[in-house]
């Protein structure tokens, strides 16, 4: 049987919106179901990758993308 893929894009700034924790979890879950996880990031996305960023009252998205890398998630910038 052939492994399911699913592919998330992210192209909003990583502490305005909600969007960056949604995808971190999405990835997160596809990832622990098993299937092949990618996530496209573009124009304010790309933020999301940068060390060292702080956002009140969300995880670390550089931290958390990283853990998920870790875990099998194929990220395209």
């Known amino acids: 049987m052939k492994k399911k893929k699913i592919t998330l894009i992210l192209n909003t700034s990583p502490y305005n919106y ?22 496209i990031a573009s124009t304010d996305g790309v933020y999301s990758f940068l060390k060292g960023q702080v956002g009140a009252g969300l995880p670390n998205a550089a931290s958390s ?11 395209s910038l």
């Open 65 to 75: 993308f990283d853990s998920l890398i870790k875990k099998g998630l194929k990220v």
């Open 18 to 39: 909600e969007d960056t924790y949604t995808a971190i979890r999405i990835a997160e879950a596809a990832l622990d179901k098993g299937l092949e996880t990618h996530l």
